[in-house]
Every structure is written in structure tokens, then in C-alpha cells.
């Protein structure tokens, strides 16, 4: 690639300091991160979700070091920036949340997110004063780097079975003093609502499109007060749906009519690098 990782964290602060809002979109591997990168998306991140799917693992039993081999073969297919979904850091120590943005600008990463979520479900999330040391751990790892590096974190008590839209916005003011540059809170349920954490905050806020009913619109989001709008893992999901429909009517009419739907391959490859 011709674009240095500088250069790549200058394109992506600047995406988060220009007006309205933008889309970052979730690729899975080399191939996907092309075709977007070729539709004219302007960054790209990865998935957690999408990412363990590819490894035939489900979300969250994906390692550290599976994560970041995912996320540099992103990185190496464009010249976009790139960010990564670093879950809660793969560990549940501050250092274990620093080490994990050490290691992410290694693979060229210019963003990645750090959640409060812990992975055990007799305990979903840490507790406020926790989850805020590892974002604090995190930020001070990330302005340790040599390269400018967009540290995001993530309020996931709507996701992880507390949907309390006012500790959630505690959290994510808390995470905001720490020095996180954006925000992040996963599953809010209406507009409202987010347009209520927006004005609640100074930094730039991430919203997740995904969850079928409480994905809305672009300019809706952007009216909202949303800086920088995700996909998750929901073009994976569009793939895959893709591939069990083709697949199931294979197997069980033996038709193929699908592809009569799919794109010719001289198009497809018309993304791809000789």
C-alpha cells in the first residue's frame, strides 16, 4: 500500500473533525475490505462478531492474537484507515487493555475500541470505577504510540442485559473524562435516546446499525447529533444469508437460481489486486 500509517490516522482524524456524520464499514477479510474500500467508503473497522464468524468461532472466544492477524490482513488490502473492534481488551487488567493498543498500532491499526463489558455472565460488566481504569490504562497506551491513535469506548449495558440509559450515559461521561476520543454505546433503542447520550457528551459518538427495529437512517442519526455510524457485524450477516439461501436451495430443490442474483465474476474481481 502506498499510504503510510501516518497519513492514514491524519484521513481518519480529520473524518471525525469534519462536519456531519460518516459511515466506517465492517469488512471480514482481504476480499471484503476491497469491494468497500472500492464502493468509496472512506474507513473501514473490523468486527468482532464477523471477525469470529470467519475463524467458525462465535463472538467473543476470539484471542488476541486472532484478532489482530484478522485485523492487519484488513489493514494490507487498502489504503483506508483502519480500526478494530478490540473487545474488552482481551483481558481483564488495565495492562491487559493497554498491551492490546500497544499491540494494535503493530498491525496497523489507527482506532480500535475498548469495552466494559466482561464476558461473564454472572457478572456482564465491569463496574464503573473498573471499566474507567481500563479505559484510562487504554488511552495512556494509545498516547504512548508513535502514531496518532483514535481510542473508542464502548457502554455495552444495552447489550449485556442492563439497558439503564442513565448509567450508561454515566459511563460513557466517565470514559469521556479518561481522554477516550469517541464514544460508544451498542443496542440504544430509539432516537431519543440517541439523541439524548449525544447531547450528554462532547466527543464524537459511534452508533451501531444492526439490530433489526433499532437501525435508523443516516440523516436521522447525523439530525440526532451521531459523528461516526457502524455496521457491525451486519454485512457479514447479509453475506452469509446470501450463501444459506443459495446453498439451501441447492440442496433441497437442486436448482440454481441464485445465480441469476450474484455478481459476475469479471465484476467481483474488478475489486481485487492482480
Not at 82 to 95: H, I
Not at 145 to 167: H, Q
Request: aromatic content about 6%; glycine content about 10%; some cysteine.
Amino acid at each position: 500500500m502506498s499510504v503510510s500509517q501516518a497519513e492514514k490516522a491524519r484521513k481518519f482524524r480529520a473524518l471525525h473533525d469534519a462536519p456531519g456524520a460518516f459511515v466506517i464499514a465492517n469488512p471480514w477479510d482481504a476480499g471484503s475490505a476491497r469491494v468497500l474500500a472500492g464502493l468509496g467508503f472512506q474507513a473501514l473497522a473490523s468486527s468482532s462478531g464477523a471477525k469470529a464468524g470467519v475463524l467458525g468461532k462465535r463472538d467473543g472466544k476470539v484471542t488476541r492474537e486472532e484478532a489482530l492477524a484478522n485485523a492487519r490482513m484488513i489493514v494490507n488490502a487498502t489504503d483506508l484507515p483502519v480500526a478494530a473492534d478490540l473487545e474488552k481488551g482481551f483481558g481483564d487488567t488495565p495492562n491487559d487493555a493497554a498491551e492490546t493498543i500497544r499491540q494494535a498500532v503493530g498491525v496497523g491499526l489507527v482506532g480500535g475500541s475498548i469495552e466494559d463489558a466482561t464476558g461473564n455472565p454472572d457478572q456482564p460488566l465491569f463496574d464503573i470505577d473498573t471499566a474507567t481504569v481500563r479505559i484510562k490504562a487504554a488511552v495512556e497506551a494509545a498516547r504512548s504510540l508513535p502514531v496518532p491513535f483514535i481510542l473508542t469506548a464502548r457502554a455495552e449495558g444495552f447489550l449485556r442485559g442492563k439497558p439503564d440509559l442513565g448509567d450508561v450515559i454515566k459511563r460513557l461521561q466517565a470514559f469521556e473524562a479518561a481522554g477516550a476520543d469517541v464514544l460508544f454505546a451498542p443496542g440504544l433503542p430509539d432516537l431519543a435516546s440517541v439523541k439524548k447520550v449525544c447531547g450528554a457528551l462532547r466527543k464524537p459518538f459511534n452508533f451501531m446499525v444492526g439490530i433489526r427495529g433499532k437501525s435508523f437512517s443516516k440523516a436521522e442519526l447525523e439530525a440526532a447529533g451521531v459523528k461516526r455510524i457502524s455496521l457491525a457485524t451486519s454485512l457479514y450477516r447479509a453475506a452469509m444469508t446470501g450463501l444459506i439461501e443459495a446453498a439451501t436451495e441447492v440442496k433441497d430443490k437442486g436448482t440454481f437460481s441464485y445465480l441469476d442474483r450474484t455478481v459476475p465474476t469479471p465484476d467481483l474481481n474488478a475489486f481485487m489486486k492482480d
